[in-house]
């Protein structure tokens, strides 16, 4: 800035701006425009590869959840069934329990019971489920499918 020549340049009170220091005050505001800009681009992309990371993980999780499931089905499948006769009991049960410990129902005739290691026996559609998330004997906690998990 400097004092007025005659009127060349916009005025005030005597004193002129020829722009060079307007031109510093645009140069730095250009700087901490970019500096806000390049920082705002950093965000954005570290919130992108934390996403993507959170992605792949839960994928995984979510594979390895259903391989888990799958050979918990395989060993549920290898368990022995058996079809509920009224006074038979199997040879190595003293005496019969005639009905289910999960839904308290009696078995019927020829209902397919599930007979897991620790010879207890439960309807196959009470105990298959429970097996998929315990994996244990819903009455003495025998792990049923062994150390598959």
Not at 6 to 23: F, K, L, P
Not at 121 to 146: A, I, R, S
Request: a positive charge; aromatic letters at 6%; hydrophobic letters at 35%.
């Amino acid at each position: 800035c400097g004092l007025s020549r005659g009127g060349m340049y916009a005025e005030w009170q005597g004193v002129i701006c020829t722009g060079e220091n307007s031109s510093k005050v645009q140069k730095y505001l250009q700087q901490l425009w970019n500096a806000i800009l390049l920082i705002a681009l950093l965000l954005c992309t570290g919130v992108i590869v934390q996403a993507q990371r959170q992605s792949r993980h839960s994928q995984l999780d979510q594979e390895s959840e259903l391989d888990l499931k799958q050979h918990i089905a395989q060993k549920l499948l290898a368990l022995k069934t058996r079809r509920y006769q009224p006074g038979r009991a199997p040879h190595s049960l003293a005496h019969e329990i005639d009905s289910c410990a999960i839904c308290l129902d009696q078995f019927q005739k020829n209902q397919c019971l599930r007979v897991l290691p620790c010879l207890h026996e439960f309807h196959q559609d009470c105990v298959d489920p429970w097996l998929l998330l315990q994996q244990t004997c819903p009455l003495c906690k025998h792990n049923v499918l062994g150390n598959c998990c």
